[in-house]
């Protein structure tokens, strides 16, 4: 598999692979920003090697050959169940959620990784009968599938991944030709069903979920985050503010700027003309991804390629959405750019998948 | 970009699906640019203006802590708005200058000062909390000389008020400072005021409330200009203890100058009406701003003021202990009231001689009077008759050994032994001289104060070991209930109904026949009560080697509507020491009756 043939070199996508790279370039950029001098330059060396780790990763799963990956998903899928549920007995708390496993001196986020084990999954079950017309069976058993480890999602508390899924569910769903009509009715099913896990949690957690549902239940914490994100961005103005008048990001008003909040620094830094690029950049990015998904003849091709260009395409969005306040505060990293190993390393295997399917498509 | 159809191929169904899909993402896209060009470009220059002068402020506002209730709707605790000294660490560019006038003006030393900002970033704007219970003149001070200390705030806060600084210290527990510890769990916040001990701490989750948070404008020098949007603290919820604050109070006063411990229980339900422990602890001094000093001075006392000696505190019951060797012996058929013998002050087993407390002897006794004058002699050869196992099943099927179940947690469960126990802990067999130590409560058996309540609350109520119930329940701010208790059962004492007579006989003897208990008669109420005399470990340390004095009891003895044990530690005899502690808080709980019966000239 790992024999590299020369058609396969061929059709490498290199505009695809061109725009990630410009976009990490700016991640770490950011990140040597924030601080210049302080803790930033230790920032972007590390985010630097999480790239370097990053495009390895990238590199082996863009060699070989994704069907070959779709066929073992119940294996991934086993073992990032597993994961989740050793998050639960092992996992680190940090800010009153389990997210995170210790591995010496590296905290990895499985959630991050499951993304993808989310999305092998969903191909191998709604592929695996190529030809086939859909049954209502076949769906209803990939959303009991998807279900457990959506639910342990829930529970970490991680709403911003849970959040992530939902919409990759319902994209890959329509994809596969699931008529509207269905995907009303499940998430009908969906809203009923609330009520009842509300019931389950315990009052603290009740507490928990609703500071991330409305920010000002947590008046100091994320709606503060909110109010300076905006002032952040709005500051910049056309041209933004350079790096070194940028006072929000560097006065450290806001305290996920690294993470989450990153998008907040850039456009404080290099103002609207600056975003532009970026926003761009990620448009191309995710259109490409549509692209690879529409041209894509092997079904197991088409469903990976549509359910991987999803979850990046709805966690572009919800970030930047959330940090521009137009939705509220979920704890969701911006792919690419944000601070942290698991996301970055997540995003650029996702990449890889992408162009693994190019790849092949022409075979 | 190219969604077209590829040549050779007709555009199927799966190439418009995702074309669609790929347009709701394009205009998810656009609406970004839309907002970014209305936040940069047309809001730009406003927001510009704010990240300059960058005026709001949000500062925390505590919740009021639950206030605790007694039985009776009496608070046992309240609060009361109290200044606290908090620091911007933002806020403080001259970080240095402002600390050392701090610590001049105030007398807080300036390492202190330095350590708590130390814990969190400079660049915060959230108000670090370093001392509370500011006086009026420290505030005065400090608002006097506003401009030389910027980000030096005094924040109004509710703190905890106490009827008197010790007034159910144990029961009620302290509050205070999250510590890096705790922080650690992740539930907290720094600066949160959290229950540390006691009933505080139990329902810390209930009383803690949940604060609310302010959004302030503030001027150049970040004086507070005008308040944005408040949202309101939730209070903490109300708690509804079990505890008579009268009863309480005359347990504490009849405490007074001596270490020990007191519980007062009703034996009908098992409700704690009182509960205390002394020496006790200064409430409102470890509440307000304890020094690091004056803390380590309070957990190094050697009287251990912190323990609660009335679930914390082992004792040998002594004397106390042979209501259960009477009560073994006579349920199994191994001791009967007419047992008699001859008291001559001394016993002889093997080469050892074993002593009655009395000199000389009792003369002769049976097993009622020998209860009543608490015969030693008598009980050593009624132990050796009744046989360890028996003993020791007893002890437990009245609880002791166990812990009671209070739920304050750190209960101690006290001792009763195994028969092989010696065997195993000192490499000895259990000898015959064990069973005659252990038959007037010495040896190896020890008990908590609230083990000997439960005990004697089941000889009142004819069995029944109830779980101690300190709290009745919980209401919330808007007067919904939270949280609510009902008795519990916990074990029960099965003896027949002529040993629970006899027994209870014996005990109305002990106090009103001339026994040992008869310090603690009083007139108008028929008390019950055992005393004991217990050998404290510490023998060999002559200035703190006297005995601890015990007394158990009930009343009244027709109709048992409490049960009082007092613990006196090294405090001497049980009946000289103890029983007149407990008449004199008999004296409160049953204040009408004992009043009427002083008017009516009757005894």
Not at chain 1, 112 to 119: G, M, P, S, W, Y
Not at chain 2, 526 to 553: M, N
Request: charged content about 20%.
């Amino acid at each position: 598999m790992l024999r590299v043939d020369r058609r396969l070199l061929q059709n490498v996508d290199w505009a695809l692979l061109a725009t990630a790279l410009f976009i990490v370039a700016l991640s770490v950029l950011s990140m040597w920003n924030l601080a210049p001098g302080r803790g930033g330059t230790a920032l972007a060396w590390r985010q630097l090697s999480w790239v370097g780790i990053g495009l390895v990763a990238l590199l082996v799963v863009a060699s070989v050959d994704y069907r070959s990956l779709v066929r073992v998903a119940p294996a991934f899928y086993v073992l990032g169940v597993s994961l989740l549920v050793v998050v639960f007995v092992l996992g680190r708390t940090v800010s009153g959620a389990r997210r995170w496993i210790h591995l010496g001196p590296i905290t990895f986020q499985p959630s991050e990784l499951f993304k993808l084990i989310f999305v092998l999954t969903l191909a191998w079950a709604l592929a695996s009968r190529a030809g086939e017309p859909l049954v209502r069976g076949t769906v209803m058993g990939t959303l009991a599938l998807l279900g457990v480890p959506f639910l342990l999602v829930v529970r970490q508390p991680d709403l911003g991944t849970a959040l992530v899924l939902i919409p990759v569910v319902a994209a890959v769903l329509v994809g596969v030709g699931v008529r509207l009509r269905v995907l009303g009715a499940f998430a009908l099913a969906g809203l009923a069903a609330l009520p009842l896990g509300w019931l389950a949690l315990k009052p603290y957690q009740r507490d928990r979920l609703l500071v991330y549902l409305d920010p000002f239940r947590d008046p100091l914490g994320t709606a503060y985050n909110v109010i300076q994100a905006k002032i952040a961005i709005g500051s910049g103005q056309l041209l933004g503010k350079g790096v070194s008048g940028a006072t929000q990001s560097r006065l450290a008003f806001l305290p996920e700027r690294h993470t989450d909040f990153i998008f907040a620094v850039f456009a404080e830094m290099w103002g609207f003309i600056g975003c532009l690029v970026l926003i761009v950049a990620y448009g191309l990015l995710v259109l490409r991804g549509f692209e690879i998904a529409a041209s894509t003849r092997d079904p197991r091709g088409r469903v990976l390629a549509l359910g991987v260009t999803a979850v990046l395409a709805a966690q572009i969005l919800i970030n930047l959405g959330m940090v521009t306040g137009l939705l509220p505060v979920v704890g969701i990293p911006l792919p690419l750019m944000s601070y942290g190993g698991s996301s970055m390393v997540a995003s650029l295997m996702g990449l890889g998948l992408l162009l693994s399917i190019r790849m092949r498509q022409f075979r | 970009m190219d969604l077209g159809p590829r040549p050779g191929g007709p555009r199927d169904a799966w190439t418009r699906r995702v074309l669609a899909l790929a347009m709701l993402t394009a205009i998810g896209f656009v609406g970004l640019l839309v907002q970014l060009w209305y936040l940069q470009a047309l809001e730009g220059g406003h927001l510009q203006e704010m990240s300059e002068k960058n005026r709001i402020r949000l500062r925390p506002v505590a919740a009021p802590r639950g206030i605790l209730f007694d039985r009776h709707g009496h608070p046992l605790v309240d609060n009361r708005p109290a200044f606290t000294l908090s620091l911007i660490p933002r806020e403080m560019e001259d970080r240095d200058t402002v600390l050392a006038r701090l610590s001049v003006l105030l007398k807080i030393p300036l390492t202190e000062l330095r350590e708590s900002l130390d814990r969190v970033p400079a660049d915060s704007f959230r108000p670090v909390r370093v001392r509370r219970g500011l006086s009026l003149a420290e505030v005065t001070q400090v608002e006097e000389r506003k401009l030389e200390l910027p980000g030096v705030i005094v924040e109004v806060e509710p703190q905890r008020v106490y009827p008197t600084s010790a007034f159910a210290a144990h029961l009620l527990g302290y509050v205070r400072e999250v510590s890096e510890e705790q922080m650690k769990q992740g539930r907290y916040r720094r600066g949160d005021m959290i229950g540390q001990s006691g009933l505080e701490r139990l329902l810390d989750e209930y009383l803690r409330g949940r604060d609310g948070g302010e959004r302030i404008e503030v001027d150049a020098l970040g004086r507070p200009v005008q308040v944005m949007k408040r949202d309101e603290p939730d209070p903490g919820g109300q708690v509804i203890t079990s505890i008579d604050r009268r009863i309480q109070e005359a347990a504490e006063r009849a405490m007074t100058g001596h270490a020990g411990a007191v519980v007062v229980m009703d034996p009908r339900n098992g409700d704690v009406l009182a509960m205390t422990s002394s020496p006790a602890f200064a409430l409102d001094r470890l509440t307000g701003n304890l020094g690091r000093e004056d803390w380590r001075r309070l957990v190094s006392d050697p009287m251990t003021p912190l323990m609660n000696r009335a679930l914390q505190g082992q004792y040998a019951p002594g004397s106390v202990f042979k209501v259960v060797v009477a009560a073994a012996g006579l349920q199994e058929g191994s001791l009967t009231p007419m047992d008699r013998t001859y008291c001559t002050g001394q016993f002889h087993l093997g080469a050892w001689t074993f002593k009655d407390w009395k000199e000389g002897g009792h003369g002769h006794v049976d097993l009622r009077s020998a209860l009543v004058h608490s015969c030693n002699i008598f009980f050593y050869q009624a132990g050796l008759k009744v046989g360890p196992e028996a003993i020791v099943r007893y002890a437990r099927a009245f609880g002791l050994g166990a812990t009671p179940g209070t739920d304050l947690g750190s209960e101690k469960p006290g001792l009763i032994p195994f028969v092989d126990w010696k065997r195993r802990r000192g490499g000895r067999a259990w000898q015959a001289g064990d069973t005659v130590n252990i038959s007037i409560g010495q040896g190896p058996v020890l008990v908590t104060p609230m083990q000997v309540a439960r005990m004697m609350g089941a000889v009142a109520n004819g069995g029944i070991l109830w779980k101690p119930r300190l709290v009745q329940r919980v209401e919330e701010s808007d007067g919904a209930l939270a949280y609510s208790t009902s008795s519990k059962m916990r074990g029960h004492v099965d003896l027949s109904p002529v040993v629970w007579a006899f027994l209870r006989s014996a005990l109305v003897g002990v106090v009103n026949e001339g026994g040992t208990g008869g310090a603690a008669r009083l007139p108008g109420v028929l008390i019950a009560g055992k005393t004991g005399t217990a050998q404290s470990i510490a023998k060999s340390d002559s200035a703190r080697g006297q005995d601890h004095a015990w007394f158990a009891s009930y009343a009244p003895a027709q109709d048992p509507q409490v049960v009082v044990v007092v613990l006196v530690e090294r405090g001497g005899k049980g009946g000289q020491v103890a029983a007149p502690i407990a008449r004199q808080i008999y004296q409160a709980i049953f204040l009408e009756k004992v009043a009427m019966v002083a008017l009516g000239g009757e005894s």
